[in-house]
């Protein structure tokens, strides 16, 4: 059997089958029983594999391609059209080998911090990933939508049943809000099924659409997307769910779910409603702006680490969106290119940042059961290693050259300074303003003298937690220095996918 | 009229002689030994089921000059209620055998009133149809009151009488009326005196129509016929809730399906935006009155009246595409409906009904099984994929598209959402709270068999609903 036909099936399922496997294992609040230790053993083994298989993704990808790769097709729902049909290109491939980088190190994170129903917690995860790299690889839009919204479900649980005091109402919020924002994007794909006769996303790609229908389209796409993102105003969902999730929520929710708003603009709106968003390509400029430069501000005043974090993460997904609808403003495609590869390659590099930065705070509080900076002060002299990771994370945060951060930023910088500089002015203020409210939270908790006996009383971190920071920081600092092998991937995608958006439907 | 007939007619005879069977062996049964009328009850289902696959065939015919038919349609809906009224029975015996409600007349009753819905289901002309319907309806008003003892269900079964037999007046006034107008009961015959003399189409007719649809309004339970729905569901002993929530649905939609569709199709104008009306309406009134609810079966019979919007906003587009989805939401709703009342039965021990909200805090925690199939049933309900109440919605939402009433589907997603709430209400309560009532589930082994297998299929039917799609294409095509 050649593997590589079913890839992208494998990539899918075997973290589902895992999951429901953990279901079947059962749970035992007992840590230290067998059951407890051949179900964690089950779930790392589950996500590691998950992530080899990956790596032959990235082996086998071809760079030089633009269209899909590792295509799979098959009739799933014959009355519809509905085909079961899955393939990745320079955009999707770097968004699930996030995916699949990411989850292993949430499941070392949560290894025995999670007493409460671990099996049932692991499980979630695993089926989560399954589910989000079905959405990066569905080439069918009811197929897209099917992982798209059944991926709400693990993370409701997730929130809702290992979360904070006011978990209930952060993850009924969550769900509703997003639940909200992807119902009309069905809508919309109804309507494209009525005009195509499929759910095919080339055949949406393809089909003329009058301006109207594209307005309204590119609208109900940018509910769904908006939220996800998420964009302001829409974004009040976030800081509430971040901050009430489990550690390990908090890092899929930043690093990967917020990716799918991203992603959904590149996949979906830009190519099937060209002129829409063509339209509306100012107001996401807008939109996107604000979310960089108030937000920043919004973060500067957060008294709660992960709520500065969420904060942060919305003003950095600013930029993303904000790359991406450039892309009418700057002459050539060369400015265009440079913003839509910016955009992409924040996406990855905000992933792994912003996952990082939740799993220190989880570092803090699993520590001291509190996440609000004020309790903290002077951490470095009490766990000088996790210290240094700290700053680290927080530097690539603000943008240092020499990390992840830096790369993504700069490019859109460039790209908006073609399109106007006012633009690249407000984007730019996040250089400082990220600076600010990172550096000025390490500051308050990392340096100083010891503030409490609390914090005197702290351990350096664990092997555990080192093995996941250092790969994280590897991973950070590799990205930030050579990120040609990421650029590469995207680059034939993304120029076609240029010239794609450029041609008008009218 | 030829012995031929007969055989065509066997369901409904054969079910005659099997209940008149079931009648004499719990004649001779004490109530030590009732459960043989369940055995025997089940081993008449599944000579039903034998009966209607031999007698099963693919082509319409007409006999009993022209007030019974029997096509794909009748036959899949029959079957379909044989297995439902089954699955409420599996449900039920544990439940009435603990509450010492275990009466013989609990299934003759359910078999009689399955009688009636395979008389409307096959009906083609008003009459047939209406004997049918009381059939149905008198056995209904009966199993609500089967616990004599309890003071609610004789409340809820009394309201039921009073209502239903009103609404089934309004039904018969609105025959006499079609009747008058056109001059035949048959259906066939009211179609093609409405298509050759296109002048009866107007004022009379119109004015029978209504009353018509008040009779359909109220079997489906829809805004504003719905006043006895959540007193009926909240009343009744909850397997007699299940049963009236599952198979009777599908009698239903054969009663919308074969007057105003086979009957009264050269109306769709005039009938359409009746529907529209009533079907809004149960949308909106259904999803939000649900969401004040503390009593869980009261709160899945509002939900059954925002699901009766979404099947009827399907009937209203008069196409093929929307009978189709009509057909498979009401298939796929009623796996679920049954699941979610087969819950409450599994909660359920001796003189204890599970039946508030808070019942189910900490079911995880009790049974993360259990709690992982009503996860299952509510997310179907609310229509999130991959479960099978998405591809429900999906079809009627399609089919409303198709008919060029986008607005009509933006505002069917957006109450959908609104729906979303208090489904995930239960899942909230199951997982995210702790147990208030710690006590074990007593069930036995068959009802928690047959719940689980409910509940996965719901999920099953969401992975794979290609071929019931078809298939519900295929015989309204």
């Given at each position: 059997m050649d593997f590589s036909q079913h890839l992208l099936s494998i990539l899918i399922w075997l973290p589902i089958v895992g999951g429901a496997a953990l279901i079947a294992i059962g749970d035992d609040n007992d840590a230290m029983s067998p059951r407890a230790g051949l179900m964690r053993i089950v779930a790392l083994l589950v996500a590691v594999a998950t992530f080899l298989f990956s790596v032959g993704l990235y082996i086998g990808f071809d760079n030089a391609t633009s269209g899909m790769q590792f295509i799979e097709k098959q009739p799933w729902v014959g009355s519809l059209n509905v085909f079961y049909s899955l393939g990745v290109d320079g955009i999707s491939a770097p968004l699930i080998l996030l995916t699949t980088f990411i989850t292993p190190l949430v499941v070392i994170a949560g290894w025995n911090t999670i007493t409460n129903r671990p099996a049932q917690y692991f499980a979630a995860f695993l089926i989560l990933e399954g589910l989000m790299v079905g959405v990066f690889s569905a080439l069918d839009a009811l197929l897209f939508y099917v992982f798209w919204e059944a991926m709400l479900i693990p993370m409701f649980l997730i929130i809702g049943v290992w979360g904070g005091k006011r978990r209930v109402y952060a993850t009924l919020k969550f769900f509703l809000y997003t639940f909200l924002g992807s119902v009309l994007m069905l809508v919309a794909f109804i309507y494209l099924y009525g005009q195509t006769?499929?759910?095919d996303l080339f055949g949406f790609m393809a089909a003329p659409l009058t301006l109207t229908a594209q307005k309204l389209i590119f609208i109900a796409f940018l509910l769904a997307f908006a939220v996800k993102v998420p964009m302001w105003p829409v974004h009040t969902w976030l800081p509430d769910a971040h901050v009430e999730a489990p550690t390990g929520g908090s890092v899929i929710l930043a690093a990967i779910m917020l990716k799918m708003g991203g992603y959904g603009f590149v996949r979906l709106s830009l190519p099937i409603v060209p002129d829409g968003s063509e339209y509306f390509a100012n107001m996401m400029i807008a939109l996107s702006l604000i979310a960089v430069v108030y937000i920043g501000f919004v973060a500067l005043m957060q008294k709660d680490m992960k709520k500065l974090i969420a904060y942060s993460s919305i003003a950095h997904m600013g930029f993303v969106t904000l790359g991406f609808f450039i892309l009418w403003s700057v002459s050539g495609n060369a400015g265009a290119g440079l913003g839509m590869t910016g955009g992409m390659v924040q996406m990855i590099s905000h992933g792994l940042i912003s996952g990082a930065m939740f799993l220190c705070v989880g570092v803090l509080y699993d520590r001291m059961h509190s996440r609000e900076?004020?309790?903290?002060?002077?951490?470095a002299n009490t766990m000088p290693v996790f210290a240094a990771f700290m700053v680290l994370f927080a530097m690539a945060n603000a943008g240092l050259p020499g990390t992840s951060g830096f790369v993504g930023e700069f490019m859109v910088i460039i790209a908006s300074f073609k399109a106007n500089f006012w633009y690249a002015f407000l984007a730019a203020t996040t250089l400082i303003l990220g600076a600010a409210y990172t550096l000025w939270m390490v500051k308050r908790v990392v340096y100083g003298e010891v503030a409490n006996d609390n914090v005197a009383e702290l351990t350096d971190l664990n092997a555990r937690e080192f093995i996941v920071l250092a790969i994280l920081a590897g991973s950070v600092l590799l990205v930030g220095l050579w990120p040609a092998p990421l650029v590469d991937m995207m680059n034939a995608t993304i120029d076609q996918l240029i010239q794609q958006v450029g041609q008008s439907k009218l | 009229m030829d012995w031929k007939d007969y055989i065509v007619a066997a369901p409904e005879i054969v079910l005659l002689g099997l209940i008149c069977l079931v009648l004499i062996v719990d004649l001779f049964t004490d109530d030590e030994h009732r459960v043989r009328t369940f055995w025997v009850s089940i081993l008449a289902l599944i000579g039903m089921l034998l009966v209607l696959e031999g007698t099963g065939s693919a082509t319409r015919a007409v006999i009993f000059s022209g007030s019974y038919v029997s096509d794909p349609l009748s036959q899949v809906l029959k079957i379909s209620a044989v297995i439902f009224v089954g699955i409420a029975f599996l449900y039920s015996r544990d439940y009435l055998r603990s509450n010492e409600i275990h009466k013989g007349e609990f299934y003759l009753i359910g078999l009689i009133g399955l009688l009636g819905m395979m008389i409307m289901m096959s009906a083609n002309s008003m009459l047939t149809m209406y004997l049918g319907l009381e059939t149905l309806a008198l056995s209904l008003y009966a199993l609500v009151a089967i616990d004599r003892n309890s003071v609610t269900s004789a409340e809820a079964a009394m309201k039921y009488f009073v209502l239903g037999a009103i609404a089934s007046g309004c039904l018969l006034y609105g025959i006499s009326w079609v009747y008058g107008v056109t001059g035949s009961l048959q259906f066939h015959e009211i179609a093609a005196a409405i298509r050759m003399d296109p002048t009866l189409n107007s004022l009379p007719l119109w004015f029978g129509l209504a009353f018509l649809i008040v009779g359909i309004g109220f079997k489906f339970g829809a805004v504003p016929f719905h006043m006895w729905l959540p007193d009926v569901y909240q009343g009744a002993r909850t397997p007699v809730t299940l049963y009236i929530a599952s198979a009777p649905k599908l009698a239903a939609l054969a009663l919308f399906l074969r007057i105003l569709g086979d009957g009264l199709g050269g109306l769709h104008e005039t009938w359409a935006g009746m529907i529209l009306v009533i079907a809004v309406l149960s949308l909106l009134v259904g999803n939000f009155v649900a969401i004040a609810q503390s009593n869980i079966k009261r709160m899945l019979g509002y939900s059954t009246i925002a699901h009766v919007g979404f099947i009827l906003l399907a009937l209203f587009c008069g196409t093929e595409q929307g009978n189709a989805a009509a057909l498979f939401y009401t298939l796929t709703y009623i796996v679920a409906a049954a699941g979610a009342f087969g819950m409450i039965i599994l909660l359920s021990r001796r003189g204890y009904d599970a039946e508030n909200l808070v019942d189910f805090k900490g079911l995880n925690a009790r049974s993360p099984w259990f709690a992982l199939m009503m996860m299952f049933l509510m997310f179907s309900m609310a229509g999130v994929p991959p479960f099978v109440g998405f591809f429900a919605k999906l079809n009627v939402i399609s089919a409303v598209i198709d008919s060029g009433y986008t607005a009509l589907a933006v505002l069917m997603v957006l109450a959908s959402v609104v729906g979303a709430y208090y489904y995930l209400r239960v899942i909230w309560y199951m997982y995210f709270e702790e147990a208030e009532d710690k006590a074990v589930i007593q069930a036995g082994t068959d009802t928690r068999l047959v719940l689980s297998l409910n509940s996965v299929a719901v999920l099953v039917l969401g992975i794979v609903p290609g071929w019931l799609m078809a298939l519900c294409i295929q015989i309204l095509g």
């Open positions: 006769g499929s759910f900076i004020a309790d903290y002060g002077g951490v | -």
